[in-house]
Nanobody, 121 residues
Framework: QVQLVESGGGLVQPGGSLRLSCAAS????????MSWYRQAPGKQRELVAA???????NYAASVTGRFTISRDNAKNTVYLQMDSLKRGDTAVYYC???????????????WGQGTLVIVSS
């Protein structure tokens, strides 16, 4: 079964930090892009950060300078280090990975289950 498992969400005060992790399971041939999305109440899901297989990154303007996306290919894992958190960062965060399981169909877009981040005093 294709599965991404997320962890690291929780309640944090403004100015605090959290580190989200997302690991893909199964027999994996390769992973192309990895990314993090978030969805706040009353809003559509939006891209937060993305990282290519070559390590190139892209960030939403609202998180640039505060969030850092990274990947560990040996562990099939993508991370999101979130520093200087603001109340506006409160959302459910979802990871997304383009995974090739060696089935001959190319990359499959796989989503995590979501992890809740609440920034509040």
């Amino acid at each position: 079964q294709v599965q991404l498992v997320e962890s690291g969400g929780g309640l944090v005060q403004p100015g605090g930090s959290l580190r989200l992790s997302c690991a893909a399971s199964g027999s994996i041939f390769s992973i192309n892009a990895m990314s993090w999305y978030r969805q706040a109440p009353g809003k559509q899901r939006e891209l937060v950060a993305a990282i290519t297989s070559g390590g190139f990154t892209n960030y939403a303007a609202s998180v640039t300078g505060r969030f850092t996306i990274s990947r560990d290919n040996a562990k099939n894992t993508v991370y999101l280090q979130m520093d200087s958190l603001k109340r506006g960062d409160t959302a459910v965060y979802y990871c997304n990975e383009e995974v090739d399981y060696g089935l001959g169909v190319g990359y499959l877009e796989v989503w995590g289950q979501g992890t809740l981040v609440i920034v509040s005093s």
